[in-house]
């Protein structure tokens, strides 16, 4: 079992920053996939960016550039997550998730989300 939760989802004015945190906690959670996801009223939930436990990040073209994944992994049963947002858009409001992903080699497929974390971005 994972627990994945997430802070930081403010109101923010277009061209501002913020930053989310996400904690994942639990067995095995240092050789686990992080990544964040987002999700705004009729849309599907957009994957924006991954860091696996090596470091290797990943990123969607609609954010690369303006946001930063970074993980610290220096507690082996608490790993930390976190996104960086700058130039921040009215578009880019949505509910933002976490989630832990097994590695390939992992038996236990099971996926683990947080609760979500509101983002808003209007002046």
């Known amino acids: 079992q994972v627990q994945v939760v997430e802070s930081g989802g403010d109101l923010v004015q277009p061209g501002g920053s913020l930053r989310l945190s996400c904690e994942a906690s639990?067995?095995?959670?240092?050789?686990?996939?992080l990544a964040w996801y987002r999700q705004s009223p009729g849309r599907q939930r957009e994957r924006l960016a991954s860091?696996?436990?090596?470091?290797?990040?990943?990123?969607?073209g609609s954010v690369e550039g303006r946001f930063t994944i970074s993980r610290d992994s220096r507690d082996r049963a608490k790993n930390r997550v976190y996104l960086e947002m700058n130039f921040l858009k009215p578009e880019d409001t949505a509910i933002y998730y976490c989630?832990?992903?097994?590695?390939?080699?992992?038996?236990?497929?099971?996926?683990?989300w947080g609760q979500g974390t509101q983002v808003t971005v209007s002046s």
């Open positions: 989630n832990a992903g097994p590695p390939r080699w992992y038996n236990d497929r099971t996926n683990y």
């Open positions: 639990g067995r095995m959670v240092n050789s686990f996939t």
């Open positions: 860091v696996t436990s090596g470091g290797t990040t990943d990123y969607a």
